[in-house]
């Protein structure tokens, strides 16, 4: 399966450097809601303003934590749906 990946890093030596939080390590891929909104907010075409999306915190129902984090503990996947929304409508 094709997904979109944030790229974190200019390529040295051959190797690409990806933000951990997208994969689930023990299911080893990429989490889904993580594909689904990187797809969503053309993160091949904007790389760097989709990871600074999921890096940073928002002010998102007064909830300080960054996507990112909202991804990696689990169970927001509609909270971090209606964010996508949120920017994607401005």
Partial sequence: ???DVVKAAACR???FVFNGFQ???ARQQV???VAEINQQLNAKG???GVASWWLNPTAFADDPRSPAE???TGG???DLRDMADD???D
């Fill in 13 to 15: 030596c051959q190797r």
């Fill in 23 to 25: 994969f689930d390590a």
């Fill in 46 to 48: 904007d790389p760097w």
């Fill in 76 to 78: 927001h996947e509609q």
């Fill in 1 to 3: 399966m094709l997904v």
């Fill in 70 to 72: 909202l991804a990696v």
């Fill in 87 to 89: 920017l994607t409508a």
């Fill in 31 to 33: 989490r889904p809601i």
